[in-house]
């Protein structure tokens, strides 16, 4: 890109993070997925780890309703962008700390939504932050 090229603007800002970190970053849609969908800080072999690591991945991905919860999302996201407003549609979705089941969905949310030609920015707030240590059945 060139200085006097214009960066293209997202479309979509999708942003994940985490309920124990603060407050939901402002959106359109929130979708927070702390209490229907498998835990990986549950597992004493996962809590340490991220989204980026693949055996938290499919930890998640292996949680019934996750697929099509992403599917419904971006359904959302799209019935957004058909209205007459302009600017970018914000997605934040949440799981308890911000390091597992929210930067897995919005990377996949992202993707998808990319692969449907949309232009997408996405950010992680909470994913680098220290492991928060919760009582045996935090959500």
Known sequence: MTASTPATQPQVIVT???YLHGQPPA????IDLRQHFRDPHVSPELRYLTAHDEPVG???WGTS???GLVEATAAAVIAFLSGPSAGPVLVADGCAGGRHRAPVFANRL???LRASGLTVA???RDLDKPVVERGRCGR
Request: charged content about 0%.
């Open 16 to 18: 994940s993070f985490g």
């Open 27 to 30: 959106a359109h849609l929130t």
């Open 58 to 60: 499919a930890t998640v």
């Open 65 to 67: 309703g996750i697929a």
């Open 110 to 112: 992202a993707a998808q």
């Open 122 to 124: 996405l950010h992680h």
